[in-house]
Structures are given as structure tokens and as C-alpha cells.
């Protein structure tokens, strides 16, 4: 069992809840990476879960916590997404809401000092998207941020659905706007096969209301020296790109 000095005495005592190793602070040699936290009696439900290093020449543990530290199936994946050659590490949990909202750290240990080069919330608050309904069975997804506009054709959704929102035109019986969710997966994919990870990142686009999906916004990011920058990105309908 690993101590926990976040952990008020009293407190139920972290369990480790996901492992991995690999070199994660660049001297060559394996280090221990867990993430620990509590797990709730009778739920899958897993609080203050924490990022813990164990050295793997000295031994020396080290803490980090983070900032939404609760959710169920915590996971951990170790590679390089800088291109510095050692390993990054990649935290993701469950938000367990009914979205499919899921919460994404990327940290960087290099010289044992824990830096956090993707946080989930500033990649859902750095693009802003606009989803309108438009005539003829057409939803118009615009990723405001980026200037990149992509048209949805609806017209083979059920014959119910369109009689609720068009005419016997196809024209708009009422202005409808959708939204486009906060991250549901962030997939690491090397795909130049140099070793190094890009992300690959799906966001649900959704109509009238949140089970209303009208398909994903896919984005392709890469390590550029400072951020994790847009490559490309594109709208997929059931695995059909648009």
C-alpha cells in the first residue's frame, strides 16, 4: 500500500486503482506509475484519485494531485508525445454522466518534475463551435475558433424526427440549435509511425438535446515545442467522414 500525504488521518487509505512502468523522468531506467484513490463502498465510483511516481533508481515516491480527481475506471498510458524520447504519461477517467464525458491529463516528468502539458478543460474551452439547423434537412457545424464549417445532411433520420423540426418543404417550422460536447475520447495514435503519439481526439456534435447525436467532431493534435496544436480535423456520422 502506498502512503497517501494527501490523505487526512482518518480518511479511508488509497488503493491503487491503475499501474504502469516505463522511464518516465529520462534516466533509462523503469519507473513505478500509479494512480491511487478510494474506492466507494458497493460503486465503481473511485475519489481523490492521485498521480503517484515511484523512482525507479532511487525509490523515491512523489505525489500529484489533480484538479478532478473523482470518476469512475481511472486508467493510465505511457509514451512519448513530445518527441523528447521518454515516456509522457496519459491519465484518463470516466465522468460516469449520462454525455460520455471523460476527463484527459497529460503529464510530462523529465528530470522528475511533474509537468501538465494537456489538461482536458483547456482543449473544451479552446475551440468554440456553433451547430444551427438550417433548411432542406442540413445542420450547419462551424468550429468558430478555426473558421472551418462542415454541413450535415439529416434527411434519412426518421420520418418522425424530420416532421417535428420541417415542413412538407423541408423548410425550418423554428430556429433549432445544437452543441457540440466536451471531450468523450482522446485516443494516443502514432500515426507517422516515428514513435512519437499524436492525439486523436472525439467530441459528440448533438442536436435538440444531448442523446440527440448527429455525429463527431474528430481532432487530430500534435506536440509542436509549447502546446498540442490542431493538425486536421473532420465530422464523422457513424464512422462515416463527412
Given at each position: 500500500m502506498l502512503y497517501n500525504p494527501y490523505f487526512n488521518l482518518g480518511q479511508m487509505n488509497p488503493m491503487i486503482v491503475s499501474s504502469a512502468r516505463g522511464d518516465v523522468n529520462g534516466d533509462g531506467i523503469p519507473d513505478n506509475v500509479y494512480l491511487t484513490g478510494v474506492k466507494t463502498i458497493d460503486s465503481p465510483f473511485i475519489q481523490k484519485i492521485t498521480l503517484v511516481i515511484q523512482d525507479g533508481r532511487t525509490g523515491i515516491v512523489n505525489y500529484v494531485p489533480l484538479e478532478s480527481d473523482a470518476g469512475?475506471?481511472?486508467t493510465l498510458?505511457?509514451?512519448?508525445?513530445?518527441g523528447d524520447g521518454v515516456k509522457d504519461i496519459l491519465i484518463s477517467i470516466a465522468s460516469g454522466g449520462?454525455?460520455?464525458?471523460m476527463f484527459y491529463y497529460i503529464y510530462s516528468y523529465v528530470c522528475n518534475s511533474p509537468k501538465l502539458i494537456f489538461d482536458y478543460n483547456v482543449f473544451n474551452e479552446a475551440y468554440q463551435y456553433h451547430v444551427i439547423y438550417k433548411d432542406y434537412y442540413k445542420v450547419e457545424v462551424t468550429n468558430v475558433t478555426e473558421?472551418?464549417?462542415y454541413i450535415i445532411d439529416i434527411s434519412t433520420r426518421e420520418q418522425?424526427?424530420?416532421n417535428e423540426i420541417y415542413d412538407t418543404e423541408g423548410k425550418l417550422k423554428s430556429p433549432i440549435k445544437g452543441f457540440v460536447n466536451p471531450l468523450s475520447g482522446l485516443y494516443p495514435i502514432d500515426f507517422d509511425s516515428d514513435g512519437v503519439y499524436e492525439l486523436l481526439a472525439y467530441q459528440r456534435i448533438s442536436g435538440r438535446f444531448a442523446a440527440d447525436a448527429l455525429g463527431y467532431v474528430l481532432t487530430t493534435l500534435k506536440w509542436d515545442g509549447r502546446k498540442f496544436a490542431l493538425v486536421n480535423q473532420s465530422v464523422a456520422i457513424w464512422g462515416t467522414e463527412i
Amino acid at each position: 500500500m502506498l502512503y497517501n500525504p494527501y490523505f487526512n488521518l482518518g480518511q479511508m487509505n488509497p488503493m491503487i486503482v491503475s499501474s504502469a512502468r516505463g522511464d518516465v523522468n529520462g534516466d533509462g531506467i523503469p519507473d513505478n506509475v500509479y494512480l491511487t484513490g478510494v474506492k466507494t463502498i458497493d460503486s465503481p465510483f473511485i475519489q481523490k484519485i492521485t498521480l503517484v511516481i515511484q523512482d525507479g533508481r532511487t525509490g523515491i515516491v512523489n505525489y500529484v494531485p489533480l484538479e478532478s480527481d473523482a470518476g469512475f475506471n481511472p486508467t493510465l498510458f505511457l509514451g512519448d508525445f513530445t518527441g523528447d524520447g521518454v515516456k509522457d504519461i496519459l491519465i484518463s477517467i470516466a465522468s460516469g454522466g449520462s454525455g460520455g464525458i471523460m476527463f484527459y491529463y497529460i503529464y510530462s516528468y523529465v528530470c522528475n518534475s511533474p509537468k501538465l502539458i494537456f489538461d482536458y478543460n483547456v482543449f473544451n474551452e479552446a475551440y468554440q463551435y456553433h451547430v444551427i439547423y438550417k433548411d432542406y434537412y442540413k445542420v450547419e457545424v462551424t468550429n468558430v475558433t478555426e473558421g472551418i464549417k462542415y454541413i450535415i445532411d439529416i434527411s434519412t433520420r426518421e420520418q418522425d424526427y424530420l416532421n417535428e423540426i420541417y415542413d412538407t418543404e423541408g423548410k425550418l417550422k423554428s430556429p433549432i440549435k445544437g452543441f457540440v460536447n466536451p471531450l468523450s475520447g482522446l485516443y494516443p495514435i502514432d500515426f507517422d509511425s516515428d514513435g512519437v503519439y499524436e492525439l486523436l481526439a472525439y467530441q459528440r456534435i448533438s442536436g435538440r438535446f444531448a442523446a440527440d447525436a448527429l455525429g463527431y467532431v474528430l481532432t487530430t493534435l500534435k506536440w509542436d515545442g509549447r502546446k498540442f496544436a490542431l493538425v486536421n480535423q473532420s465530422v464523422a456520422i457513424w464512422g462515416t467522414e463527412i
